[in-house]
Nanobody, 127 residues
Framework: QVQLVESGGGSVQAGGSLRLSCDVS????????LAWFRQAPGKEREGVAC???????TTADSMKGRFTISKDNTKSALYLQMNNLKAEDTAMYYC?????????????????????WGQGTQVTVSS
């Protein structure tokens, strides 16, 4: 059973940075597609970024240039470096994993059809 545990969220002022982490256990991270999603109060969940088993990445247009997804297979960890944060980035951020071929298929990202989800970590950006 795959378990995903996020950490690194918190409160930051606009323009600041945060680095989210997601510890992956119960499965070899190298064979998974991994992604970050977020959901703000009253809004639908949206895809942030995805990384496949070849380390190819896909990032939502609104976050390109500010957010960077990466992973460390030796540590079974997924990361999201967030720079130049804005108030509209305030949301619960979730780590998600998919076992279907190790690619960021549209159904997984940004579709959100994941095999596993973490519990989320809150990011609050004050202006």
């Amino acid at each position: 059973q795959v378990q995903l545990v996020e950490s690194g969220g918190g409160s930051v002022q606009a323009g600041g940075s945060l680095r989210l982490s997601c510890d992956v256990s119960g499965y070899t991270a190298n064979y998974l597609s991994l992604a970050w999603f977020r959901q703000a109060p009253g809004k639908e969940r949206e895809g942030v970024a995805c990384i496949d088993n070849s380390h190819r990445t896909t990032t939502a247009d609104s976050m390109k240039g500010r957010f960077t997804i990466s992973k460390d297979n030796t540590k079974s960890a997924l990361y999201l470096q967030m720079n130049n944060l804005k108030a509209e980035d305030t949301a619960m951020y979730y780590c998600a994993a998919d076992r279907s071929g190790g690619r960021c298929y549209p159904e997984f990202f940004p579709g959100g059809r994941a095999d596993y989800w973490g519990q989320g970590t809150q990011v609050t950006v004050s202006s």
